[in-house]
């Protein structure tokens, strides 16, 4: 299990590259996308001086350095429709790094940040902040049999699951070290189309806050290959069960990121006049599901 989670694949550096184009395609991948809210929400002013019921939408660019897989690098960038009521919490830029493979019987260790990163930082803000982002080591693994035919008609069906533990150094200003714990799978609904959820437990309480989901999910079509295309629901919202005493969260809660995986080697071999043979090419780029939250405006 070591040796598939953390052993740098060289299949792909096997063969010389035939283009700069492939060169370049694979070390990087390029997604851009827009994101909007289900529904609206009251914001208020960056100057504090009204609020405003909109709809919450911005444009993303996502860059991924995949060239040593399964250990990677990612940034993505955040231009709002409405940056006047951008929030304190809502990046800039978002990032994440660390070792994540998706087959099953893998282990990941990543690091993602989140929190109200500036690109031009004013009085009371920060660049980034390392503390406020979270830690997340993973286990992936094969649904039982039992269980994929239970959740899933065909015979060759394969479900993935996971287990995780999170953990936020600076959760809140001065409130310091809270974990949790996340159960989730991916089921395939039919070519492109997958669901996906978690479940979250919060072993202390006493850190637990309403914005905390109790679960997420998601479902959509993704397709991670170069020139792909994904349009997809996603719900981090406070989600709660129905026997939690703080009740938040619904459907319109969530949002719908449509994206685009630009092709890089096309572009490149375009603009440096190189030329081949077109060849069906494998994805580049992470999966949406797992441990990490937002890695595509949800």
């Not at 269980?147 to 533990?165: C, M, N, Q, R």
């Amino acid at each position: 299990m070591l040796s598939r989670s953390f052993t740098i694949d060289t299949s792909r550096h096997e063969e010389p590259a035939s283009s700069l184009g492939d060169a370049i395609a694979r070390e990087i991948s390029v997604n851009v996308g827009y994101t909007t809210s289900i529904a609206p929400s009251w914001q208020e002013h960056r100057n504090g001086s009204r609020q405003k019921k909109i709809h919450k939408q911005a444009f993303t660019e996502t860059l991924s350095f995949n060239g040593i897989s399964p250990y990677y690098a990612r940034f993505t960038f955040y231009q709002y429709m409405e940056p006047s009521y951008q929030q304190a919490y809502e990046p800039d830029f978002s990032y994440s790094f660390g070792v994540a493979s998706y087959a099953p019987d893998t282990l990941s260790l990543e690091y993602a940040n989140y929190s109200g990163n500036r690109l031009n930082p004013k009085a009371g803000e920060e660049f980034t902040d390392i503390n406020a982002g979270t830690i997340t080591t993973t286990y992936r693994y094969e649904m039982p049999e039992s269980v994929t035919k239970f959740l899933h008609p065909s015979e060759d069906a394969s479900i993935l699951g996971w287990a995780s533990h999170n953990l936020s150094p600076e959760y809140e200003s001065g409130k310091w070290w809270k974990q949790w714990f996340g159960l989730g799978l991916s089921v395939p609904i039919w070519d492109k189309f997958s669901f996906w959820g978690q479940a979250n437990i919060y072993p202390d309480s006493s850190k637990h806050s309403i914005s905390d989901p109790d679960f997420i999910y998601g479902f959509g079509y993704y397709d991670w290959s170069p020139g792909g295309f994904i349009v997809a629901y996603s719900s981090y919202a406070p989600n709660s069960f129905p026997w939690s005493p703080e009740k938040g969260g619904d459907f319109s809660d969530g949002s719908i990121f449509i994206g685009y995986n630009l092709d890089v080697e096309a572009i490149t071999d375009f603009i440096t006049g190189e030329s081949k043979k077109k060849k069906k090419k494998p994805s580049r780029t992470r999966s949406p599901w797992g441990p990490n939250q937002k890695d595509w405006g949800g």
